[in-house]
């Protein structure tokens, strides 16, 4: 209840339904690809709406960060909108809570009250690949997908397990859901979903 104020209310939320907001960021992520040089992305996961909203599987907030010359150049993330909005959810550069949560998470004397963590791969690794990372977000904003609030359950390890457990699933309580996920993200599935870690060696070939 009191995300969804903060959300329509506070004014330095107010700008994550600002309509501009694909477009810039699009524009952002083209020079990306056109000038990749000394440039990186990381994801972060971090507390939901404020430092004192506790971490749960289903209440999380994650976000990415892009470097230059090893300095912060944007955060990035894709977020709800306020009631009202012309859009249903957008990507957006630099939204203050990202921007404030990452800058204390580098204080070490901050405490890092928003629990900031990186994203790590399968081996650990948390270096991105910022060319095909940076084509997922592209490809994703061009898809025009709409915000759910529940959309990163499907991430979570047990979630495809139960589905094939359940043939056919429940009617009224399982279809609804994954009809609703159709096309819809929430900031932790946007990044999950469009991420691409740097090859392992071993990988090559």
């Known amino acids: ?3 969804g104020r903060d959300l329509n209310e506070l004014e330095e939320n107010l700008a994550r339904g600002d309509p501009g907001n694909p477009a810039r960021v699009k ?11 000394g440039r990186e992305v990381r994801a972060y996961e971090r ?14 907030h994650s976000f990415y960060v892009f470097f230059r010359e090893k300095e912060v150049e944007h ?4 977020t709800a909108t306020p009631r009202g909005s012309e859009l249903d959810g ?5 939204a203050k809570t990202d921007v404030d949560s990452y800058t204390l998470f580098l204080d070490p004397a901050s405490g890092n009250p ?6 790590r791969g399968p081996r650990g690794e948390t270096a991105l690949d910022l060319l095909r990372t940076t084509e997922n977000i592209l490809a994703r904003l061009d898809k025009g997908y709409t915000f759910f609030g529940p959309a990163n359950v499907r991430n979570l390890p047990w979630y495809h397990h139960l589905w094939k457990a359940l043939v056919p699933p429940p009617f009224l309580a399982w279809t609804p859901m994954l009809i609703l996920g159709v096309h819809t993200d929430n900031c932790t599935s946007a990044v999950i979903e469009t991420m691409a870690w740097v090859p392992h060696p071993g990988n090559l070939h």
Not at 47 to 60: D, E, G, I
Not at 114 to 119: A, G, L, T
């Open 75 to 78: 955060t990035l993330v894709f």
């Open 1 to 3: 209840m009191r995300a």
């Open 90 to 94: 957008c990507w957006m550069l630099d």
């Open 47 to 60: 507390r939901a709406y404020s430092p004192a909203t506790k971490k749960n599987l289903f209440v999380v």
């Open 114 to 119: 928003w629990e900031v963590i990186e994203h």
């Open 27 to 37: 524009e952002y992520l083209h020079d990306v690809l056109l000038f990749p040089g």
